[in-house]
C-alpha cells in the first residue's frame, strides 16, 4: 500500500499577486465603464442587476453555504430596507444617504432582536422560523395605515441620482461584500463559522462561540442586503408589502448560490450573472421562467452537485478567493 | 463444505482506504453454532454488516443456501432466512413492544405464520408479554435485548446472527439470553452465529470458532478442542 | 351565543387545516425532508377536483375515488426516481429539488389553468344547519367529516398495518428497519404517496372553501409548516390539535391579525417548546 500523506498545496489563487492585480483591474475598468459613460444605460442596468444580486447571493452563500444557517426569510430585510428609504425619503423627505443607513439601522436592530428567538432552533426549525417571520411582518405591513397598508409606497428622491451613480455605488457594495466575506472566512472566526455547519456539537466541543458566530454573520447579512434592496428599491420607484417581503427574494438567492456554488466565494458571483442574463431571456418566454430556472436547479443539483465554480475548482484543482487558510492534498 | 448453510469466501471490505476485512472466510453448518470471536476494532461488525448487505464487500463472495447473496440488498437477505439482531438490540423505542415484534415478521414469508410466532416468542421470553403494550424505549436494556432477539425470530430465520449480545449486560442477563439462544438452536435448529468479544463464554456456546485479528481471520477450529485462557494469551495479550 | 359559534366554526375549520399539514408531517417525520412544494401538491389536489367534478358530473367529494389514487401514485413514483436519489446525495440537495419542482409546478399550472380565480362549487356550498341558537354551514360540516375521516384512517393505516408499521419503524430507525426487512426507499416512496393523496383531499377541501390560484401554493406551504411546527412534526394527533388551535386563531383574529396571531403562537412555541407541543 502507498504511504498516505497530507501535503500543504498552494492553491489560493487569489493570494497570488498577478491574480490580485487582474482583479483590481476588472473593478477598475468596471467603475470607468460606469463613470465615463462607455457603458450604455442598457449595460448598466444590467450591471446593477447583477452586482445587487451579487450582493445578496454571496451574503446567502454566508448564510447557508459556509454557516450552515438555510435562512428562507432573509427577503424580511429587503422589506424593511426598501420600506426605510421610502419613509426617509418620501414620508420626511430627508435624503437617500440617510433612507440607506436608516435601512442597515432597522434591519440590523431587528436581526439583533429576532437573533434571540430564531438561535435557538436549527435545521428546518430555524429555515422555517425565518420564513414565519417573513411573512408576519408581510402581513404588518399590510395592514399598518402609516406605510399606506397594501397599496404600497412610492420612492420618491430628490435630486435622482444618475444611473451612472447607482451602479456604481452597487459595484461599490458588492465589492466591499465580496471582500468582507472573503476576509471574514479567512480569519479565525470563519475557521469557527465552518466547523460549526459542519458539525455543531463537536465546534462547541472545541470551544468555538456559536451564538456570537452566528450573530455576526446574521447581522453582517442583514446589514448588506439591506442596502442592496435598498438601492434596488430607488431604483424600482415604489415598495408594496409582496414586492418587499416575497419568498421570491430567497427564491433567487438560493437558485444564484446552487448554480454558482454553494460553499465557495466566487459562486455566488457567477451564479448572479447567470441568473440575470437568464431571467432577462426567460422574458421572451412568459410563462416558462420558472419551469426553467426549476428544471436547471435540479439538473444543477443531480450533475453538477456542488456548482459550477465548485465542480471547476475540483477539476481544475485551483479556487479563486479560497476561503480556507489552509488547503490540503491527498498524495499518494 | 457441502453442508455449510452460510459461507463467507474470502470477503475483503474496504472504507476508503482503510482496509475493515481481508480476504475473511468462514461457513456455518445448519444446525451449527459458530463464534466470532475478536478485540474492538478486529473487523467483525463489518464482516456481519457485510453478510446482511449492509456494506458491498471489495472482493469475495457471500453463499447463503447454496445461493450467491453478495449483491443483494438487506431487506431481500433478511426474507430469505438470514436475520441479524444488531449490536445494543436496537429496538424501535416509540413503537409498542408487540409492534416491535410484529415487526420482525413484515417479510412476506414470515407473515402467514406471525400470530403462531409471535406466541412462540412469549413463550420463550415470558417478561415481553407481561410489556407487550408498553413503549420499547422505556425497557431495561436486558429487556430490550429480548425484544431484538424476537424481532429477528419473529423471521423465523434460518440462520440468526447476534452481534455482541452481551454488550453492556450485567452477567446474571447475559447468562440467561446465552440460555436461550442455546435453546433456540435446539428447538428449532437454527444455526446461529455469535459475535463475541468474550472468549469464554463464546467458546463454551459454540461448536466451532474463529479468531479475528485486525481484519483477518487467524485461526479456526473446534471450540471444545481449545482452551479459552490459551487463545487470549497467544492472540490478546491478555 | 354568539361566542359558541366562533369556537364551533373554529373547529370545523381547524381540521381542514390539519389536513394541510398531515402529509408534510408525514414527510418531516419519517423521509425527515422539507417538502417545499408541498403547497403546489395541495394546489394541483384542487385543480384536479375542479376539472374533474363537471366532467364526471359528480359532486366534487366523489372526485377524490380518481384523484386520490392518481396523487398516490403520482407522489409515489416522484419520491422513488427524482426525491430519493436527490437524498442520496445530502439533505440540502433534496430540498433544492423540492423546492425546483415547486416553482416548476406553480407555472405548468399556470399555463394550464390561468392566473384565474377558481373556486369549487357543491350544491350545498350555501346552506345552513340550524342547530339550537348556533348556524352551522353545510359545507364546513362535510369538510370537518372528510378531514376527520382522512387522518383517523391514516392513524388507523400506520397503526394497524404491516405497511404502516414499517413506516413507524424506519421513522424511529431506518438502519434497524431494513434489518427488519424492509425496503427504505419504497417506504419513502410510499410516505410520499400518501402525503401527495393526503394534498388531494386537503386541496378538494380548500377548494370549496377559498378560491385559489396557481400561486397559492406558498401560503398553504405556511399554514402547513405553522400546523406541523406547533404540533409537532411526525405526530398525527399534534396535527389535528395544532390545526384546531389555528383555526380558532383565524376566526377570532379575522383574515390578517389571525394569521399573524398564529406566527406569534409559532414563534412562541418555538422559543418555549422548539420540538412542538406533541414533539418528541
Request: aromatic share 10%; net charge positive; with cysteine.
Amino acid at each position: 500500500m502507498a504511504k498516505k500523506r497530507l501535503v500543504k498545496r498552494n492553491v489560493r489563487v487569489l493570494d497570488s499577486l498577478p491574480m490580485l492585480i487582474v482583479c483590481i483591474a476588472v473593478v477598475a475598468a468596471l467603475y470607468v465603464a460606469c463613470l465615463t459613460g462607455l457603458a450604455s444605460n442598457n449595460a448598466m442596468r444590467y450591471m446593477i442587476q447583477i452586482f445587487l444580486y451579487m450582493t445578496m447571493g454571496e451574503m446567502w452563500n454566508l448564510l447557508s453555504g459556509f454557516t450552515g444557517m438555510t435562512s428562507l426569510g432573509q427577503q424580511l430585510y429587503v422589506g424593511l430596507a426598501g420600506y426605510s428609504v421610502a419613509v426617509a425619503t418620501t414620508k420626511l423627505q430627508l435624503s437617500l444617504g440617510i433612507g440607506l443607513a436608516l435601512g442597515v439601522a432597522v434591519s440590523v436592530v431587528i436581526a439583533l432582536l429576532l437573533s434571540l428567538v430564531l438561535f435557538r432552533m436549527q435545521g428546518m426549525y430555524f429555515s422555517i422560523a425565518t420564513w414565519v417571520v417573513a411573512e408576519a411582518f408581510e402581513k404588518l405591513f399590510l395592514s399598518w395605515k402609516y406605510v399606506e397598508q397594501g397599496s404600497g409606497m412610492t420612492i420618491r428622491v430628490v435630486p435622482y441620482p444618475k444611473i451612472s451613480e447607482i451602479c456604481a455605488a452597487s459595484l461599490t457594495l458588492c465589492v466591499v461584500a465580496v471582500a468582507v466575506v472573503y476576509l471574514l472566512l479567512r480569519t479565525r472566526v470563519g475557521l469557527g463559522l465552518t466547523a460549526m455547519r459542519d458539525d455543531i456539537t463537536a465546534a462547541s466541543a472545541v470551544g468555538v462561540n456559536i451564538f456570537a458566530g452566528k450573530l455576526l454573520v446574521y447581522v453582517i447579512a442583514a446589514a448588506f442586503i439591506a442596502v442592496a434592496a435598498g438601492i434596488f428599491f430607488v431604483n424600482k420607484g415604489i415598495v408594496y408589502p409582496e414586492s418587499g417581503f416575497g419568498i421570491g427574494w430567497t427564491v433567487s438567492m438560493i437558485f444564484i448560490v446552487t448554480i454558482g456554488g454553494s460553499g465557495t466565494v466566487s459562486g455566488p458571483i457567477v451564479g448572479a450573472a447567470i441568473y440575470v442574463f437568464l431571467q432577462e431571456f426567460l422574458a421572451h418566454y412568459p410563462g416558462w421562467s420558472n419551469i426553467i430556472l426549476g428544471a436547471i436547479t435540479i439538473l444543477v443539483i443531480f450533475f453538477l452537485p456542488k456548482g459550477i465554480m465548485g465542480t471547476l475548482q475540483e477539476k481544475l484543482g485551483f479556487e479563486i478567493f479560497s476561503a480556507k487558510r489552509f488547503s490540503f492534498a491527498r498524495h499518494r | 463444505m457441502s453442508d455449510a448453510l452460510l459461507s463467507v469466501e474470502g470477503v475483503s471490505v474496504r472504507y476508503g482506504d482503510f482496509s475493515a476485512a481481508e480476504s475473511v472466510s468462514f461457513s456455518i453448518e445448519r444446525g451449527h453454532i459458530v463464534s466470532l470471536i475478536g478485540l474492538n476494532g478486529a473487523g467483525k461488525t463489518t464482516i456481519v454488516n457485510t453478510v446482511m448487505g449492509l456494506h458491498k464487500p471489495e472482493s469475495g463472495r457471500i453463499v447463503f443456501k447454496g445461493e450467491d447473496i453478495t449483491s443483494l440488498s438487506t431487506e431481500k437477505i433478511v426474507s430469505r432466512g438470514l436475520s441479524l439482531v444488531p449490536q445494543g438490540g436496537r429496538c424501535f423505542n416509540r413503537m409498542s413492544v408487540q409492534d416491535n415484534l410484529l415487526m420482525g415478521s413484515y417479510p412476506r414469508t414470515a407473515r402467514k405464520k406471525a400470530k403462531q410466532t409471535l406466541e412462540h416468542v412469549y413463550e420463550l421470553f415470558p417478561v415481553l408479554e407481561e410489556m407487550k403494550k408498553r413503549p420499547a424505549g422505556t425497557l431495561s436494556g436486558g429487556q430490550r435485548q429480548m425484544v431484538a432477539i424476537g424481532r429477528a425470530l419473529m423471521a423465523c430465520p434460518d440462520c440468526l446472527i447476534f452481534d455482541e449480545i452481551s454488550l453492556g449486560l450485567s452477567p446474571a442477563v447475559i447468562k440467561d439470553i446465552y440460555n436461550r439462544i442455546i435453546k433456540i438452536n435446539r428447538e428449532e435448529k437454527t444455526s446461529i452465529l455469535l459475535i463475541e468479544q468474550d472468549t469464554k463464554r463464546a467458546l463454551g456456546a459454540s461448536d466451532s470458532f474463529c479468531v479475528m485479528l485486525k481484519g483477518r481471520v487467524v485461526l479456526s477450529g473446534s471450540s471444545s478442542e481449545i482452551d479459552p485462557e490459551t487463545l487470549k494469551k497467544a492472540y490478546f495479550g491478555i | 351565543m354568539y361566542f359558541v359559534q366562533i369556537i364551533v366554526n373554529g373547529i370545523l375549520l381547524g381540521s381542514v387545516y390539519a389536513l394541510l399539514g398531515v402529509g408534510m408531517t408525514m414527510i418531516f417525520g419519517i423521509v425527515k425532508l422539507t417538502n417545499l412544494a408541498h403547497g403546489e401538491f395541495i394546489v394541483l389536489g384542487a385543480y384536479l377536483a375542479t376539472v374533474l367534478a363537471p366532467v364526471l358530473g359528480v359532486d366534487p367529494v366523489v372526485t377524490l375515488v380518481i384523484t386520490v389514487p392518481l396523487m398516490f401514485l403520482g407522489g409515489f413514483l416522484l419520491q422513488y426516481f427524482l426525491i430519493g436519489r436527490a437524498m442520496k446525495k445530502g439533505n440540502e440537495p433534496a430540498l433544492l429539488v423540492t423546492f425546483g419542482l415547486s416553482i416548476i409546478l406553480q407555472d405548468v399550472m399556470l399555463m394550464v389553468f390561468s392566473a384565474d380565480a377558481q373556486h369549487i362549487v357543491a350544491s350545498y356550498s350555501k346552506s345552513t344547519v340550524k342547530l339550537g341558537s348556533i348556524e352551522i354551514s353545510v359545507l364546513h360540516l362535510v369538510l370537518f367529516a372528510i378531514s376527520l375521516i382522512s387522518i383517523l384512517s391514516l392513524t388507523l393505516f400506520l397503526r394497524y398495518t404491516y405497511i404502516g408499521r414499517a413506516i413507524r419503524a424506519t421513522s424511529d430507525d431506518s438502519d434497524a428497519a431494513s434489518l427488519s426487512g424492509v425496503n427504505i426507499n419504497k417506504i419513502y416512496a410510499v410516505a410520499m404517496g400518501i402525503a401527495m393523496a393526503s394534498a388531494a383531499v386537503a386541496g378538494l377541501c380548500v377548494g370549496m372553501k377559498w378560491t385559489y390560484y396557481p400561486s397559492s401554493g406558498g401560503s398553504y406551504l405556511l399554514i402547513a409548516f405553522v400546523v406541523v411546527v406547533i404540533g409537532g412534526m411526525g405526530s398525527v394527533p399534534g396535527t389535528l390539535a395544532a390545526g384546531i388551535l389555528f383555526g380558532l386563531a383565524q376566526v377570532i383574529g379575522g383574515a390578517n391579525y389571525g394569521l399573524l396571531i398564529s406566527y406569534v403562537m409559532l414563534l412562541i412555541v418555538l422559543v418555549v417548546r422548539p420540538k412542538g407541543i406533541f414533539g418528541k
